[in-house]
T-cell receptor, first 113, second 118 residues
Framework: KNQVEQSPQSLIILEGKNCTLQ??????????LRWYKQDTGRGPVSLTI?????NTKSNGRYTATLDADTKQSSLHITASQLSDSASYIC????????????FGTGTRLKVLA | GAGVSQSPRYKVAKRGQDVALRCDPI?????LFWYQQALGQGPEFLTY????????KSGLPSDRFFAERPEGSVSTLKIQRTQQEDSAVYLC????????????????FGPGTRLTVL
């Protein structure tokens, strides 16, 4: 069973538009949640990291939110660019000090000109 | 180096062949991780090294999988008698020192090796 679920599975938007990706998790206990960007043929690159006490974290045009009560997170991309085309993966660490990341299956985003 | 590097980037093997995948972590990084990423899926943990010590190999799917890091730097993931279900991207990640906590445990990923078993 996958403890980290992401939606949508794939998304196509036009350049300049905004979009929001969703992540629901059942991992417990919960330590922190990361969003990664994975370009085709590349390894994942960290965008944001949030602990259970943080509600929002921004990195440029990327803004992540976290609701630890409902176990939901979102990644909002503002003014999308062609280079945003990639897979976005939600990653949860189950407990403080664990190295075992639990990965979601990702959302594949395609930005069209 | 500037980042984690892996070689080869692509490997095609006939069923039953042995393969060896190499990972060069970021210089000075003590912790090293291997992941398996099936098509359309997120990575799944295989094994973890702290320096040359393999502290966790609970994610290795079978005894055909073997990993080593003899000098605490470069690591090799070996798969013996490859099967079609071994086809996946194998990702390596390193961190400064997982045990130190904080930003020291941020994992940096390599580009992966795509293994195709025919």
């Amino acid at each position: 069973k996958n403890q980290v679920e992401q939606s949508p599975q794939s998304l196509i938007i036009l350049e300049g538009k905004n979009c929001t990706l969703q992540c629901n998790y059942t991992v417990s206990p919960f330590s922190n949640l990361r969003w990664y960007k994975q370009d085709t043929g590349r390894g994942p690159v960290s965008l944001t990291i949030m602990t259970f006490s943080e509600n929002t974290k921004s990195n440029g045009r990327y803004t992540a939110t976290l609701d630890a009560d409902t176990k939901q997170s979102s990644l909002h991309i503002t003014a999308s660019q062609l280079s945003d085309s990639a897979s976005y993966i939600c990653v949860v660490s189950a407990q403080l000090g664990t190295y075992k990341y639990i990965f979601g299956t990702g959302t594949r985003l395609k930005v069209l000109a | 180096g500037a980042g984690v590097s892996q070689s080869p980037r692509y490997k095609v093997a006939k069923r039953g062949q042995d393969v060896a995948l190499r990972c060069d972590p970021i210089s000075g990084h003590v912790s090293l991780f291997w992941y398996q990423q099936a098509l359309g899926q997120g990575p799944e943990f295989l094994t973890y090294f702290q320096n040359e010590a393999q502290l966790d190999k609970s994610g290795l799917p079978s005894d055909r999988f073997f990993a080593e890091r003899p000098e605490g730097s470069v690591s090799t993931l070996k798969i013996q008698r490859t099967q079609q279900e071994d086809s996946a991207v194998y990702l390596c990640a390193s961190s400064l020192d997982f045990r130190a906590g904080g930003s020291y445990n941020e994992q940096f990923f390599g580009p992966g090796t795509r293994l195709t078993v025919l």
